[in-house]
């Protein structure tokens, strides 16, 4: 993922957050997110014969995608 053409560390199912808070700034702001496909997603296709028994696995944006918006303060 970038913000306006700054690259986050990646997100995983495994953590599915991106903290995109720091990137912003006034007006307009670019969000751009790749996915990528399992391997073995492609490997069905480009090998059937050894990969097609193999279940398709889900992928992309799942569920919603939000923005929740927060703010940050120094507690004393």
């Not at 700054?6 to 006034?26: F, I, K, S, W, Y």
């Not at 279940?55 to 799942?62: D, K």
Request: charged share 20%; hydrophobic share 45%; aromatic share 4%.
């Amino acid at each position: 993922m970038t913000v306006n053409g700054t690259r986050l560390a990646p997100v995983d199912r495994l953590h599915p957050v991106g903290d995109v808070g720091p990137l912003l700034r006034r007006g307009d702001n670019v969000i751009e997110v790749e996915v990528a496909t399992p391997l073995v997603n492609r490997l069905r296709v480009v090998r059937p014969q050894v990969f097609g028994a193999v279940a398709r696995q889900a992928y992309g944006l799942m569920g919603p995608v939000r923005l929740v918006p927060y703010r940050q303060a120094v507690v004393e």
